[in-house]
Every structure is written in C-alpha cells, then in structure tokens.
C-alpha cells in the first residue's frame, strides 16, 4: 500500500481559521511592498521615504490597536491631512491601508482563539 506523503501542501487547510493570523501577515507584507513600489514609480517617492512611512505606519498600528474606533478616523483623517498638506494625497493614502491592514492583522492575532 501507498503511504500518502506527509509534506504535501493542502490548500483547503492553509485557509482555515487557525492560520488566518498568518495569512493577514502575509497580505499586509504583500501590500507594503507594492504600496512602496508604486510610490516610487508613480508618484516619485524615494524608496528610502517610501519605507520609513511603512514603518511608522506599522509602528502606529501597533501603539494604537487598543484604542476605540472612533480615535482611529481621527488618525486617518490627520493622515490625509499630512497628505493634503505636502501634496502627497495618493501617496497618504496608501500610507493609511498600511495603517488600516495592521490594525485589522493585529486585531485578528490578539482575538485568535
């Protein structure tokens, strides 16, 4: 008899509940290199800019994922002030994703169970 190899992937099961964590992780990490990518060659940000903004961003998450909700449109709609501001809106905006996904990715992680 055939033994089933043990090290094959199963997709079915890498999307269950119990790596949802993992999978925000994955789609946060995704989008904050595209986001940095196309602020280079779209909007002309220098890539080094481009990537503290990610971090501060990131940064911010993590310092304010306890906060209420309503705290949080506050910190985009300063966000989009900041963009309004140095004549970065789209650029801001995407900042404010990044913002958005780790929120929701730190949610997620603290609230698995």
């Not at 094959?8 to 992780?25: D, G, H, M, Q, V």
């Not at 789609?27 to 602020?39: D, K, P, Q, T």
């Not at 890539?47 to 994922?65: F, G, Y």
Request: charged share 10%.
């Amino acid at each position: 008899m055939e033994e089933k190899n043990k090290s094959t992937f199963n997709l079915k099961a890498f999307f269950s509940k119990e790596n949802l964590p993992l999978i925000c992780l994955i789609i946060l990490g995704v989008y904050a290199i595209v986001s940095i990518v196309v602020s280079y060659i779209a909007f002309g940000i220098n890539p080094v800019i481009a990537c503290v903004m990610v971090v501060l961003e990131a940064a911010l998450a993590a310092c304010l994922n306890r906060i209420p909700l309503w705290i949080h449109g506050l910190v985009f709609i300063a966000q989009i002030v900041c963009g309004i501001m140095a004549s970065q809106v789209p650029f801001m905006v995407f900042m404010v994703f990044v913002y958005v996904f780790g929120i929701a990715f730190l949610n997620i992680w603290a609230n698995k169970k």
